[in-house]
């Protein structure tokens, strides 16, 4: 059997698209919410995701964000899947600089254990965080990601050790021989090089590194290498999409986001802010161009217009699978968007 999908079972393809359609959530904190609404928000919202047909459910690390409660990633991957049944669940990603491989493999060997067949392995080299708070999660091991191609052999070998000539002195249980496919997530060309090189499966940030998404794509693909994990490349994009009733109504949602990475600019990180009516008198044009850079690749209106828009954006992108983000303040507001996205 060819292997052309990242895990053995189908994918479920968007009735529209003939791709699948995925979630990608930090669990995000609002102004005046607190973690533990964040942690039940993101489960509500997996478990519709689930019963309108999305294929996967990945949770990002990041770490020293008041607007991100999903920094245990695991810890909140096994939250969501415990409350779901079917629905693929996973990390987007695990950020492998920060931690040690045996650990990753333990963890995500135990989260197999607990809910077979439903598990994803994303994996970025990032730090997903500032220097200071990195080096807080790395102590002495000071790795600055230079390594991340030694730590992925290395976890992969705990998880294969039979795919690998070299036997682990350690072995990581759980974790051994978990049948867990495993990503790698890039911003840039480092990682889609070398998924390509490997045969794995790719998964590209396209919702904040939008000039870097179809270069980074047409990298993997033509870098790729046929392997025991698949014959064909298997590329994946995230885009940020708000989705409402009106245009109008899309762009006021869209604000909460572009004011989000408006504190990023100016290095006063906060929690997720309530939409707002005007941002022009909230930014200036060299902040407003700047956000362009990280947001270019945003979607935001009615149904007619997301459709359209996500139309052009696989098209675009090629891309095998898309992974919907969405920073939007009222939680019924970000499931009304998931339900649109899904209807269309």
């Known amino acids: 059997m060819a292997k052309k999908e990242p895990q053995s079972q189908p994918n479920k393809p968007h009735a529209s698209y003939g791709i699948p359609f995925s979630v990608l959530d930090v669990a995000p904190i609002v102004q005046g919410g607190t973690v533990a609404e964040s942690l039940r928000n993101s489960l509500d919202l997996a478990q519709h995701a689930e019963s309108w047909g999305y294929n996967r459910y990945w949770l990002a ?44 493999a333990e963890q995500f060997g135990t989260l ?5 067949g439903r598990i994803d392995l994303g994996l970025g080299r990032a730090p997903g965080t500032d220097q200071l708070t990195a080096t807080a999660l790395r102590g002495e091991r000071g790795t600055n990601g230079g390594n991340f191609p030694d730590q992925l052999e290395q976890l992969r070998a705990f998880m294969d050790p039979q795919s690998f000539e070299k036997a682990m002195a350690v072995r990581a249980i759980p974790g051994e021989g978990a049948d867990i496919p495993i990503w790698l997530l890039g911003s840039s060309d480092f990682s889609a090089q070398l998924a390509g090189q490997l045969g794995l499966p790719f998964a590209f ?29 298997y590329g994946m994009v995230a885009v940020n999409v708000v989705a409402a009733d009106t245009d109008e109504e899309a762009a006021y949602l869209a604000t909460s986001m572009q004011q989000l990475f408006l504190g990023f600019v100016r290095g006063r990180p906060g929690p997720l802010p309530p939409p707002v009516k005007d941002m022009e008198s909230l930014w200036t044009q060299q902040e407003k161009y700047m956000l362009q850079q990280q947001l270019g690749s ?43 996205i899904a209807g269309l």
Do not use: C, W
């Not at 197999?112 to 077979?116: D, G, K, M, N």
């Open 61 to 104: 690390e990041h770490h020293n964000s008041p607007s991100i409660a999903s920094s245990a990633t695991s810890v909140v991957i096994g939250h969501v899947a415990g409350g779901t049944s079917h629905i693929r669940v996973g990390a987007g990603g695990i950020m492998l600089p920060n931690h040690a491989p045996l650990v990753i």
């Open 112 to 116: 197999e254990a607990l809910f077979p």
């Open 205 to 233: 940030a396209g919702h904040f590194s939008p000039t870097f998404t179809v270069p980074a794509m047409k990298l993997y693909r033509s870098s790729f290498k046929p392997s025991a994990v698949l014959d064909e490349p």
């Open 298 to 340: 945003s979607i935001a209106g009615s149904p007619a217009t997301v459709k359209e828009k996500l139309s052009q954006y696989i098209e675009a992108t090629g891309a095998d699978e898309i992974m919907i983000a969405a920073h939007i303040f009222d939680h019924a507001a970000r499931v009304r968007s998931y339900e649109i």
